[in-house]
């Protein structure tokens, strides 16, 4: 939460700074129209709340620090506007349009990365004879259908130019990504995640993550995140050390692989060929051969896109997992930040 006292000794410590810089404080009670033309929840003001603008650019802050109001002021005079290409063609989540604004899309993710003052497009790549040189990030956000040859090699060659790339795949997508994935030293589990002690309501296909890594995307988290019929995500052996496993589920939780009994059944029980919990379900790295011709490539890597959907984009921290992710892709690491709720 904001406080007040706190709130008002560091804004004008801006305020003395720069003539450019001004504070209007806000009677929420009192000024109910201000709040409506913000867009202002009456959640978020319930414990504070910072709300920073530049023309009709903003940013809102619940937790208030020299860092955090520095980071907005960052974001919002920023002149090179970065730009991340949605990919579709292969039945992708939804980033604009109606479907987008269903309970699967992810008409919220692509509002985050707003928020975040990046510029977005749809790309279907099919129509394209390489990823525009504008591309700062590629995002594969959840396909189910098989690539085009001359799409996966435009990617590939993206890649190898120290391109940034995103991808979401979920348990049985009827997809061929994963073999170009296997290309970069990134093995997609032939599994699906259960975990019966720490799943949401006692779902055991919804697990929380809560074990992080030490790396730019994951530090600042310290609580949950949620996923949903989510597999596993390994580097293979080859790829050791090109990768960082960012989120794994808990001790109790395993990858269950017989997905025949699974599906037709109902069935999951942690047998010997199962892959046994913390399970991975997120890495981020360079692809080996990628680093080795000296480019910036970067990949994350998720075994599930739910978890970046609009049912469960803004619970526990799925919103930063997923905007950190394309900050950390995008090189901004000093954007990666804990956001108001």
């Known amino acids: 939460a904001v406080s007040a006292t706190r709130a008002k000794d560091l804004l004008r410590r801006y305020e003395y700074e720069s003539d450019r810089f001004q504070v209007t404080y806000a009677d929420p009670q009192a000024q109910p129209g201000l709040v409506e033309r913000l867009g202002v929840s009456t959640e978020k003001l319930a414990g504070g709340l910072v709300h920073v603008a530049i023309g009709e650019e903003s940013v809102e802050l619940d937790e208030l620090s020299e860092e955090s109001l520095t980071n907005a002021l960052v974001k919002l005079t920023r002149r090179d506007r970065k730009k991340v290409y949605f990919l579709e063609g292969h ?17 919220f993710a692509a509002q985050a990365l707003a ?18 040189e504008d591309a700062d990030v590629v995002v594969v956000a959840g396909p189910t259908r098989p690539f085009h040859p001359t799409e996966l090699a435009a990617l590939r060659r993206y890649v190898e130019g120290g391109g940034a790339v995103l991808v979401l795949i979920d348990p049985r997508a009827q997809t061929n990504f994963g073999s170009e994935l296997a290309s970069w030293g990134v093995n997609l589990g032939d599994d699906v995640v ?125 919103r930063d997992l997923f905007v950190n992710s394309i900050n950390w892709l995008l090189g901004d690491v000093e954007a990666i930040t804990i956001r108001p709720g």
Do not use: C
């Open 115 to 132: 928020n975040e003052n990046y510029t977005w497009e749809t790309l279907l790549l099919a129509t394209r004879e390489n990823v525009p």
């Open 194 to 318: 259960v975990d019966r002690v720490q799943g949401l309501f006692g779902r055991p296909v919804s697990p929380f993550a809560a074990e992080y890594a030490p790396h730019p995307i994951t530090e600042s988290l310290r609580e949950a995140t949620l996923f949903h019929v989510a597999r596993s995500v390994q580097a293979s052996p080859e790829a050791d050390g090109a990768y960082t496993v960012l989120v794994r589920t808990s001790q109790e939780s395993w990858g269950e692989r017989d997905l025949e009994s699974f599906y037709a059944d109902g069935r999951a029980e942690l047998g010997s060929d199962d892959l046994a919990g913390p399970v991975p379900v997120a890495l981020a790295g360079s692809p080996p051969g990628a680093a080795e011709a000296g480019s910036k490539a970067r990949l994350v890597v998720f075994g599930d896109s739910d978890f970046a959907t609009n049912q469960l984009l803004r619970e526990f921290r799925n």
């Open 91 to 107: 039945n992708e989540r939804a980033v604009q349009g109606e479907p987008a604004k269903g309970k699967d899309g992810m008409g």
